[in-house]
């Protein structure tokens, strides 16, 4: 047995999973790890999977149909035993393929009538391509119409037809000749050929959308698409591969209107559930010479596939087709049990729809379906509520669903046609539980599996009175922007969702993790976390919306640097996609996106939001000072992270006035003053020139020598936070050190300390211990009345960061210049800030301990 990890996830492997983790897919891996859908199935029967564990698993995701009477039918394998036992040669090209001729009678006779020819093929995908080929040479027309949101494959010509662009981009799809149109819609079929006459050779489309979330059209519309098609003399493609077979409640689906197709793609169900194969059903004219003699195929109608194939049909067919008659009335008493559901459940399903055993469960994508902001609205805003369910119901109640490729919102229900009612009755009892949770907004009873926690038997009771305020939604006028937000630590991680209390630090350790590293290891997926708006003073207002990335401070600093910046491109990326004109960088997105530089050209503006937040911190430390009575001319100030945009900037701003300037940073080479600290000495000594206090006067007498500041002890460099602030009267920390950097203990008698930093530089209990130091965040600002954000992070209503309040401001002022943007900050734009929140109504907030009030 070997390891490997994933984010810090460690997994033990068996060969053949570390095989498939490192040679197979290791990205399908890393996202079924995610949700714990990594299981290892080692035996199945019927409508029953068994894992390497014991466990028994009721399948209703049945392979996408592939599976019609379930694992390892006993009339399959008879079929393929009877072949071995008389030793028939399998592969015998080129040859006349008897087995395959007989096949083709059996298939022929069930169709509808007038398909008369067949080609066998080994897959749905090739059943398509095939298709479209025999369109193509009957008419000499190279024009293919589909559907938007339709699946038809992943090979080149299938997936050209494919009405998705996600899954086309980068392959040359769709290639020339390929359009698409809405799917349901009749008449967009007849405008679309009666604008381009003789273009296309034929009209592509499902009778139900599987993959696109399980999507029927309206009564009639397949039935009409047959008269457009044959009024405009282009061919009819039906592509049955999901569908046929008995699927929906009908060997074919296009029976339902009983519409006769040109061509039929089937596939899936005709290998019974053990094997590859499929066929391609056609009125006799359309396939030519040209076409029979020039399309062949080495594995396509083999002996093997061609038994299996005759006692599939043998098996629909017994007793009247007594068991595709059955589907129809088991699909319609399980629909029936799955609408219930959604009665009882209305802000969690919003849909049940389908056809016999083909149903999908569509889920909610509202962010605010709990009632309030809580994660499981950032999971259904992302369309991966549905997978959660699935992971809940695999690990909890032992049930195999699975979500629609395109449709991520549906839950695919699609068993085997043989399941029983009593194992559908299983299934609906395990979705209203797994439904309950949801729609409690319980967190921990729909995904604590994942965590090793144990099975809850019931939510949690749904408080009166919701904890957090719900999302808020924009109004008409509101200017849009974004802000980027993670969890400062595992406390702070609390806040976006109260229910978050029940975890451990470790386990809440693992549920990023899992967030982080179960969409991509290059390019985690950001959540949608919160909203408000921002109402002025006057000119208007602005709507805001939170993106959240799944990592602390302290991981998104341990990400290797391309990771890191391709998370941050990932959460601005989609604050454009939502409409925001701004986008703040909050936390340490900055920091690792060298205050947003990496980041480069994008479809909107971004801000660090060092400016404001260096602003407000100004303003806080003079009005403190006053209210002390401190003259700022005798002042001896510190300065962590001076090196930094902000502590740079706010010690420019300070110098003119104070006394004494003390600077902290790492040390550079052998022990010497690192140059970017030495370069900001440069800075704060020119800035102070013309001042009033003496450090000022110091500058002046020296000319600007820095070094002689340093001689006459009016300037100070120290690498030791300790030692450097003993002596301060005020205090600056503006590091991006994730941790605690001083202890209580360290500060002078009295001192003023203006911690700008998140996570602080400055412990939480020192308010606490020295009772004579003022601590407070220098970066904290009080909102305009009647603002509305419902997400504070441990700040009391109607505050927030300075950062985020800058972003605020360039959306209500549309004043994008003055962003901040890298490390050199421009004192003009700092004051033009400070003017722009007089104007806007920021406020600052009171200057207090506010760590030790949010406690």
């Not at 293919?144 to 080149?156: A, I």
């Not at 040209?290 to 083999?302: D, I, K, Q, V």
């Not at 046609?417 to 979705?431: G, H, I, K, N």
């Not at 020295?770 to 909102?783: E, K």
């Amino acid at each position: 047995m070997t390891g490997t990890t994933i984010g810090d996830i460690t997994t033990r492997f068996s060969p053949g999973r570390e095989g498939y983790a490192e040679n197979v897919n290791p990205e399908l891996f890393r996202l079924l790890g995610a949700v714990d859908l990594d299981v290892e199935y080692v035996s199945g029967m019927g409508t029953e999977l068994y894992d390497a564990l014991g466990r028994t698993h009721l399948d209703f995701a049945g392979a996408y149909g592939a599976l019609p009477f379930g694992h390892n039918p006993p009339c399959v394998w008879r079929a393929m035993d009877e072949v071995r036992e008389r030793g028939e040669a399998v592969f015998v090209q080129p040859s006349v393929l008897f087995p395959a001729g007989e096949l083709a009678r059996r298939l022929v006779a069930v169709a509808p009538s007038g398909l008369g020819r067949v080609t066998f093929v080994n897959s749905g995908a090739e059943a398509m391509e095939i298709a479209i080929k025999i369109a193509r040479s009957a008419t000499g027309r190279l024009g293919v119409l589909s559907t938007r949101n339709s699946f038809h494959g992943k090979t080149l010509g299938a997936l050209s037809a494919t009405g998705n662009s996600v899954y086309q981009n980068g392959f040359g799809a769709p290639v020339a000749g390929f359009e698409s149109i809405a799917f349901g819609d009749s008449g967009a079929l007849d405008e679309a050929l009666t604008a381009a006459p003789g273009e296309f050779a034929v009209f592509v489309v499902e009778p139900i959308q599987g993959e696109g979330g399980v999507v029927a059209p309206p009564e009639g519309y397949l039935a009409r698409v047959r008269e457009i098609c044959t009024a405009h003399g282009v061919l009819l493609a039906v592509d049955e591969v999901q569908t046929g077979l008995g699927r929906t409640g009908r060997l074919f689906a296009c029976e339902h209107e009983d519409v006769v197709p040109d061509i039929l793609a089937l596939a899936k169900a005709l290998g019974g559930g053990v094997l590859p194969s499929g066929a391609v059903l056609c009125k006799p004219e359309l396939v030519g010479e040209s076409f029979a003699l020039r399309h062949t195929s080495t594995f396509a109608g083999n002996a093997l596939t061609a038994r299996v194939g005759i006692a599939v049909l043998d098996e629909l067919t017994a007793n009247e087709s007594a068991l595709v008659t059955r589907v129809a009335d088991v699909g319609e008493m399980l629909k029936m049990e799955l609408q219930k559901l959604a009665l009882k459940y209305p802000t969690v399903v919003t849909d049940v729809r389908g056809r016999g055993l083909l149903l999908g469960v569509e889920l909610t994508d509202d962010i605010n379906f709990v009632g309030r902001q809580a994660l499981l609205g950032s999971i259904a805003v992302q369309l991966n509520l549905a997978a959660m369910m699935s992971s809940y119901l695999s690990a909890v109640e032992g049930i195999r669903i699975a979500p629609t490729l395109f449709g991520a919102r549906v839950l695919r229900v699609e068993p085997p046609l043989t399941v029983t009612d009593s194992e559908c009755r299983r299934l609906v009892a395990a979705l209203d539980r797994a439904l309950g949770f949801a729609a409690a907004g319980d967190l921990i009873g729909l995904i604590g599996h994942l965590l090793g926690k144990a099975p809850k038997n019931a939510p949690k009771a749904v408080p009166t009175t919701p904890r957090r305020r719900p999302h808020v939604t924009p109004v008409a006028g509101d200017r849009f922007f974004a802000f980027i937000a993670h969890p400062l630590d595992l406390d702070v991680f609390e806040a976006f969702d109260p229910e978050l209390r029940e975890l451990s630090h470790s386990e809440r350790a693992e549920l990023l993790n899992r967030f982080a590293f179960g969409t991509s290891e290059v390019n985690p997926s950001p959540l949608v976390i919160g909203s408000g708006r921002t109402v002025s003073v006057r000119d208007g207002s602005a709507h805001g919306t939170l993106i959240g990335l799944p990592f602390t401070s302290k991981s998104l600093l341990m990400l290797p640097a391309e990771a890191a910046v391709a998370a941050v491109t990932a959460a601005a990326n989609l604050a454009f996609e939502r409409g925001a004109a701004v986008v703040g960088l909050g936390g340490y997105s900055s920091v690792v996106t060298a205050n947003g530089l990496a980041l480069g050209e994008m479809a909107g503006v971004l801000t660090t939001g060092n400016s404001f937040t260096a602003a407000a911190s100004i303003r806080a430390v003079r009005r403190v000072c006053s209210e002390r009575g401190m003259d700022l001319k005798d002042v001896r100030v510190t300065i962590l992270g001076a090196a930094g945009a902000i502590g740079r900037t706010i010690a420019r701003a300070l110098a003119p006035d104070v006394g004494t300037v003390t600077l902290v940073g790492r040390p550079g080479e052998h022990g010497q003053i690192a140059p970017k600290l030495w370069a900001a000495a440069g800075e704060i000594v020119a800035a102070a020139r013309g001042g009033s206090g003496e450090f000022a006067a110091a500058a002046e007498r020296s000319g600007g020598s820095v070094d002689d500041l340093v001689a006459s002890g009016h300037l100070e460099f120290f690498d030791d936070p300790a030692v450097g602030v003993a002596q301060a009267h005020v205090v600056i920390a503006a590091t991006s050190a994730p941790r605690s950097l001083i202890d209580a203990t360290d500060l002078a008698p009295n001192a003023i300390v203006c911690d700008v930093a998140q996570p602080p530089n400055i412990p939480h209990d020192v308010g606490r211990i020295r009772r004579d130091v003022t601590v407070f965040d220098g970066g904290i600002v009080r909102l305009p009345a009647g603002s509305d954000f419902g997400l504070e992070y441990g700040l009391a209503p109607g505050l927030t960061y300075a950062c985020m309040a800058e972003t605020m401001l360039l959306s209500l002022s549309e004043r994008f210049e003055l962003r901040s943007i890298g490390t050199a900050l421009d004192s003009s734009n700092v004051e033009q800030l400070g003017l722009l929140a007089d104007r806007y109504g920021f406020e600052l907030a009171e200057a207090t301990r506010w760590r030790e009030a949010q406690r």
